[in-house]
């Protein structure tokens, strides 16, 4: 029966694979009471021990069945894989095997079919896999019945779940809700969800259906103009926190819709909710900027200075003065006629840190840090020897007080420090830091510039006739640019 497949010709692969096969621990293996015993933690332990290790030394098939038949009483489930294996390996270590006998086999085969049914899975599955690496048929009775076995064993299945009928709107959420539809858009399906009415769908459908043409930069008109027609018709149902949402992908997209009150029906929903949510009405605010439809009421309140004393003590000031900061560059480059408020001169800061953050990084720079003995920085910067622009935190951006030059209490004339890093201070020197109509620093202004100096702090004035000369972030960046190079300073790639 297994002649011609247990030959050396025909079975080399699998019995090499065999010959690598783990060898089978009778503690680990087999569902008897002695299968969960270590070696020697049982009064019969050692004869199980000792007929282990006569299969592991048989040096024939017969002898491998000689042992198993004639020791029926300390037979487990986990010597039978031990058998196989060392089958296996007579097999398979020599270069021409023993013959085996057809009745041999057989009998080892009727041994393990007779007390499968005994074995535990994991045995069931070691026997298995043996048998099918020593080329016994798929369709023989020993492969068949250990698969057999196997099965029993294994958890029945549950029964599918009854599927909900989806209906519209339905259908579309749970499409757009699914990780591998999002992960892999398609377009053909996407356009056929056009076809839903608008009745059918709600706020969160939407949102979800504009986000994903945003992400995915589909430009499918007749899904925008359907997202447009469905902001129109629900306007008083909608907050501006869900309006960013649903405005994002047209502004992205650079696509104004045909919907004739889509703006109308943006402005009145600004007017009602811009005091509400602050960073959903710059965000879109920003949505239109791309779309160079800016409406001018909306302009007047988010640069008003109620508006911008509102969001100082909100979590998101920090991104909506960045975004007011582009709308301000909008406004000066592509609105010539706007005759409303703009953005306080006394942002100068917030615009200066954008750029700072565009050009070096946030991590390369320290804004409105307070050195000793007591004197604030606009902007501070850490600078090695060679001019490259250090990341603050790996620095001190402190130096030493008092000098280490001279006693404490006395002055220092010039600026002494151990530290191999310099620091530089951009100092803001804003309209009212001067005396009126005059270029003469007030008092405190100038006091404070000459003790940085004189601590060993490198300071580069920003004079405000300056800073509003510069039309626009891009232009602020390349102001900057000539600033700290004028220094020697390096950052990015080039500057370490």
């Given at each position: 029966m297994l002649r011609v497949l247990l030959s050396a010709q025909a079975s080399a692969a699998r019995l090499s694979g065999l010959l690598l096969f783990p060898p089978v621990q009778p503690f680990c293996l087999g569902s008897s009471k002695w299968g969960d015993r270590p070696p020697g933690g049982a009064p019969h332990a050692a004869p199980v021990q000792g007929l282990q290790r006569l299969l592991e030394q048989a040096r024939s098939p017969g002898e491998l069945l000689?042992?198993?038949?004639?020791?029926?009483?300390?037979?487990?489930?986990?010597?039978?894989?031990?058998?196989?294996?060392?089958?296996?390996?007579?097999?398979?270590?020599?270069?021409?095997?023993?013959?085996?006998?057809?009745?041999?086999?057989?009998?080892?085969?009727?041994?393990?079919?007779?007390?499968?049914?005994?074995?535990?899975?994991h045995t069931i599955h070691t026997c298995l896999h043996l048998a099918v690496l020593l080329g016994f048929p798929s369709d023989g009775p020993l492969v068949c019945a250990l698969q057999r076995e196997r099965r029993l064993r294994l958890p029945p299945k549950p029964p599918p779940p009854l599927q909900p009928v989806l209906r519209g709107g339905q259908r579309l959420e749970a499409a757009l809700s699914c990780p591998h539809f999002l992960q892999h858009p398609q377009q053909r399906l996407i356009r056929s969800l056009a076809e839903a009415r608008p009745e059918e769908l709600t706020p969160h459908v939407m949102v979800l259906l504009a986000q994903h043409l945003a992400r995915h930069r589909l430009r499918e008109p007749r899904l925008l103009e359907a997202i447009a027609h469905f902001l129109v018709v629900q306007e008083g149902q909608l907050n501006s926190k869900v309006v960013q949402k649903l405005v994002l992908p047209f502004g992205r997209l650079n696509y104004f819709p045909l919907e004739q009150q889509f703006m109308p029906c943006l402005e009145r929903i600004l007017a009602r909710e811009a005091g509400v949510a602050p960073l959903a009405t710059v965000n879109?605010?920003?949505?239109?900027?791309?779309?160079?439809?800016?409406?001018?009421?909306?302009?007047?309140?988010?640069?008003?200075?109620?508006?911008?004393?509102?969001?100082?003590?909100?979590?998101?000031?920090?991104?909506?003065?960045?975004?007011?900061?582009?709308?301000?560059?909008?406004?000066?480059?592509?609105?010539?006629?706007?005759?409303?408020?703009?953005?306080?001169?006394?942002?100068?800061?917030?615009?200066?840190?954008?750029?700072?953050?565009?050009?070096?990084?946030?991590?390369?720079?320290?804004?409105?840090?307070?050195?000793?003995?007591?004197?604030?920085?606009?902007?501070?910067?850490?600078?090695?020897?060679?001019?490259?622009?250090?990341p603050v935190r790996t620095q001190d951006p402190f130096l030493?007080?008092?000098?280490?030059?001279?006693?404490?209490?006395?002055?220092?004339?010039?600026?002494?420090?151990q530290d191999a890093a310099q620091r530089v201070v951009l100092m803001l020197r804003e309209r009212w830091h001067f005396c009126r109509d005059s270029r003469v620093l007030l008092g405190s202004r100038a006091l404070r510039e000459r003790h940085l100096g004189l601590l060993g702090y490198q300071l580069l004035p920003l004079p405000f006739e300056e800073l509003e000369s510069q039309r626009g972030l891009p232009q602020l960046k390349s102001y900057l640019r000539q600033k700290l190079q004028a220094l020697g300073l390096r950052w990015g790639p080039e500057g370490g």
């Open positions: 000689r042992w198993l038949g004639q020791n029926p009483t300390k037979v487990r489930a986990h010597h039978y894989p031990v058998a196989l294996r060392r089958l296996g390996q007579l097999l398979g270590s020599q270069p021409r095997p023993p013959p085996v006998e057809q009745a041999t086999l057989q009998d080892l085969s009727q041994l393990i079919i007779r007390h499968c049914p005994s074995f535990d899975v879109i605010l920003m949505s239109l900027c791309q779309l160079q439809c800016l409406p001018f009421r909306a302009l007047h309140f988010v640069f008003s200075p109620g508006f911008i004393s509102h969001i100082s003590g909100t979590p998101h000031a920090l991104i909506v003065r960045r975004y007011l900061s582009l709308l301000d560059t909008a406004v000066e480059l592509e609105l010539p006629g706007y005759r409303g408020p703009r953005l306080p001169q006394r942002l100068h800061k917030d615009i200066v840190a954008e750029g700072l953050r565009q050009l070096l990084g946030e991590e390369r720079y320290r804004q409105d840090l307070t050195v000793p003995p007591g004197y604030c920085t606009d902007f501070l910067l850490c600078v090695s020897s060679s001019g490259a622009v250090l030493p007080y008092p000098p280490r030059s001279c006693p404490q209490g006395q002055a220092a004339s010039q600026p002494t420090t």
